[in-house]
T-cell receptor, first 112, second 114 residues
């Protein structure tokens, strides 16, 4: 999945800890988004951005913050991790109105 | 609100057999439809997409899908499955436009027996 880099690949947190999931792209796409994937629930949109300085909520935004200061980066912040946030997180970008989403390889997060 | 239903959670087929994965959607306007595939531990890879034109669309890896507006369906097919097709498959619906939000189905896990 060249073009979208997610770090870290794996992370274990204790309840109440904070962390930032990183997403970086080198394709100069305006649209960036975060999804979480849970068994039996498909992918659900957390937050998205249509350009630097512009962010909006998706389907499941509670417990997550985002900001977009540059075109390249779209970090996802968990301010106080909860076990319900145990999931696989995917960053996805989109080049234009007729373009599909292009996904990173994901970050597997476990909150104990 | 838009939604996607993939009624089959798990499907098992023999290598060389044909495959059809079902997808039904609910959308108020002209839908933009996708099929993605996910191998274990990997991100999602686009198989094919449909917005307008020919209702039978061809994708990568020998997959095709047919849009049927009257049935609100976008089923994925492959004439002869290979063992390497074992993966999870997701259908998604959205609108045309860069800011469009995609809604995904819950996925169908395909197992291929030799």
């Amino acid at each position: 999945n060249a073009g979208v880099t997610q770090t870290p690949k794996f992370q274990v947190l204790k309840t109440g800890q904070s962390m930032t999931l990183q997403c970086a792209q080198d394709m100069n796409h305006e649209y960036m988004s975060w999804y979480r994937q849970d068994p039996g629930m498909g992918l659900r949109l957390i937050h998205y951005s249509v350009g630097a300085g512009i962010t909006d909520q998706g389907e499941v935004p509670n417990g997550y913050n985002v900001s977009r200061s540059t075109t390249e980066d779209f970090p996802l912040r968990l301010l106080s991790a909860a076990p319900s946030q145990t999931s696989v997180y995917f960053c996805a970008i989109r080049g234009g109105p007729d373009s599909p989403l292009h996904f990173g390889n994901g970050t597997r997060l476990t909150v104990t | 609100a838009q939604s996607v239903t993939q009624p089959d959670i798990h499907i098992t087929v023999s290598e060389g057999a044909s495959l059809e994965l079902r997808c039904n959607y609910s959308y108020g306007a002209t839908p933009y439809l996708f099929w993605y595939v996910q191998s274990p531990g990997q991100g999602l890879q686009l198989l094919l997409k449909y917005f307008s034109g020919d209702t039978l669309v061809q994708g990568i890896k020998g997959f095709e899908a047919e849009f049927k507006r009257s049935q609100s369906s976008f089923n994925l097919r492959k004439p002869s499955v290979h063992w390497s097709d074992a993966a999870e498959y997701f259908c998604a619906v959205g609108a045309w436009g860069t800011a469009s939000k995609l809604t995904f189905g819950t996925g169908t896990r395909l197992q291929v027996t030799l």
